[in-house]
């Protein structure tokens, strides 16, 4: 008798083996060709993100740049000597203002008054700690990370000291949505406080997936007197969420800063603070709470942001508000902000430009070219935008919605601040450039920057304005500007600049010259 399983089986015959040989073989190979195929595609990939170049090949490059053509040039040297005259004017204006009194007090505040605390989980610590390390300078700061139970430390690595959070099942937790973690995060303030660090003048909370500008954190508290008591921080960019929560709240993902006096009457009071309030959600609205019962109001700095966003953030990074970039959060749930990168090798390349002129990241300018009829967008140490059309300064710089909102159901009227829609048409979409390399040019006290085109399929347009697709490369030139959130908040502008070669745009970023912007505008309007 046969078997159950020889009973359900065909007889196949010489032509069917035969036949189902060849389906195999094909079958084989083209997974095979397929995988080759995707493996030179990654590589690719990679070889195009982890070149590098040599000093040598740098400085050869940006002055084969410099030197292009002689009206590239010409123009460069023109607004190098323009800005040489603006930069005379403006010291000369400076020693004859006076400053007054009240704005003195912080103006010899360093990096070594600021103490940062840190709230972190042990279970994502491995993760999350390439973050911190990234923007983290142990020889120059000070701060503290605070772990809810040890994590391993290994030697070299370049982060904060690392402690437990103190105890906090005496204290009422009751809220069903929340996590009990909200306690111990909302002391970090008032546990890094009691370590009693000399000299301290501000304390700046922020969480292990948020990375922080410091320089511009430094500047934006040079503003104020650190004697005084200041809340500083920002609130979401989720309608929704300030709605449950508080406008008036610093959100602590985004960070915010405390002074030392403000501190130490917190301090006193919060734990006492948060037994009264048990019903509240996170850390974040605890400190409020407290700050509340104190008096103090949330003093708002544009530059702190919460990220209470999903997917890409590519339209707040490239349009972003006339204030220094203070911190960025929620990484870990937002696509990495350089595509074909993971997450941390973005931060670290976006990096690269903050180091360089940390006081001019991502701040937008704006220009047009009248001869093809484009609007220009750069996001400085960001992005180049070019779009066939000229596009007023008020469209432009409200934000493209490329991300989802906090709370899926939401719609495009729930987001905090002013956006626009992602362009349907294929001729109203811009052509992006990436910021590939940024490097400073010592001869010429210029930052040089490399925009490279992303490459994909442009849908057919219509339209009869030339289409930028023969741009591969957008190089911009700018001087460096430490000093400016000392001056009145103005968004730059920028020129193009003549150039022989079809494949690169030469691109000059500087403070705004008259009303030539206008005079442009009101010639397209009435054409």
């Known amino acids: 008798m046969t078997s159950g399983s020889n009973r359900c089986m065909p007889q196949l015959g010489s032509r069917d083996i035969l036949i189902w040989f060849f389906i195999l073989v094909s079958t084989l190979y083209i997974l095979y ?13 990679k070889q195009k993100h982890d070149t590098r170049l040599s000093k040598a090949e740098e400085t050869n490059l940006i002055s084969s740049v410099l030197h292009n053509s002689s009206s590239t040039s010409s123009s460069v040297n023109n607004h190098l000597r323009l800005h040489e005259t603006r930069t005379e004017e403006e010291n000369d204006e400076e020693e004859e203002t006076i400053v007054p ?20 989980s042990s279970n994502l610590w491995d993760k999350r700690k390439e973050y911190i390390k990234s923007w983290w300078r142990s020889k120059e700061m000070r701060g503290v990370v605070w772990t809810d139970t040890p994590v391993r430390v290994y030697r070299n690595e370049e982060l904060p000291q690392i402690r437990v959070s103190g105890d906090t099942s005496k204290f009422k937790y009751s809220n069903k949505q929340g996590s009990r973690s909200a306690l111990r995060i909302s002391r970090v303030v008032s546990e890094t406080l009691r370590l009693g660090l000399k000299d301290v003048r501000w304390f700046v909370m922020g969480d292990d997936d948020t990375v922080f500008m410091v320089d511009n954190v430094l500047r934006v508290l040079n503003k104020y007197d650190h004697r005084q008591f200041y809340y500083l921080g920002s609130s979401s960019e989720s309608h929704v969420q300030n709605i449950f929560f508080s406008y008036a709240m610093a959100y602590g993902g985004g960070g915010f800063a405390i002074s030392y006096p403000l501190a130490m009457e917190l301090e006193k009071m919060q734990d006492r603070c948060i037994q009264r309030y ?69 931060v670290r390349h976006f990096l690269e430009s903050v180091k360089l002129d940390s006081a001019s990241i991502i701040q937008q300018s704006i220009c047009y070219d009248n001869s093809k009829f484009w609007s220009i967008s750069v996001s400085w140490g960001y992005v180049v935008q070019i779009y066939r059309d000229i596009v007023s300064p008020r469209e432009l710089e409200r934000p493209t919605r490329t991300f989802l909102n906090w709370y899926p159901r939401a719609d495009y009227k729930a987001y905090s601040f002013n956006t626009r829609p ?9 052509f992006i450039f990436y910021m590939k390399m940024v490097r400073y040019h010592q001869a010429s006290n210029l930052t040089v920057g490399f925009y490279t085109r992303r490459q994909f399929h442009n849908p057919f347009c219509r339209w009869k304005v030339e289409s930028p697709e023969k741009i591969e490369t957008v190089v911009v030139f700018k001087r460096p500007e430490p000093h400016r959130w000392q001056k009145s908040p103005r968004r730059d502008c920028c020129r193009v600049l003549p150039s022989k070669n079809s494949s690169m745009m030469y691109i000059w970023v500087d403070n705004c010259v008259g009303d030539e912007k206008s005079e442009l505008l009101a010639k397209h309007a009435s054409t």
């Open 33 to 45: 060709s397929s995988n080759l195929l995707l493996n030179n595609d990654n590589q690719d990939c």
């Open 101 to 120: 009194p009240q704005n003195l007090q912080g103006r010899d505040t360093i990096l070594k008054h600021i103490v940062f605390g840190i709230a972190a």
């Open 278 to 346: 048990p019903g509240l959600y996170g850390s974040d609205d605890r400190i409020q709470a407290c700050m509340t019962e104190l008096g103090v109001p949330l003093t708002k700095e544009a530059g702190f942001h919460q990220c209470d966003l999903y997917g890409n953030l590519f339209g707040l990074l490239a349009a972003h508000p006339i204030a220094p970039l203070l911190s960025i959060h929620h990484l870990d749930l937002l696509e990495p902000i350089f595509p074909d990168l993971d997450r941390v090798e973005a």
């Open 422 to 430: 992602v362009p349907k048409n294929p001729c109203q979409k811009p």
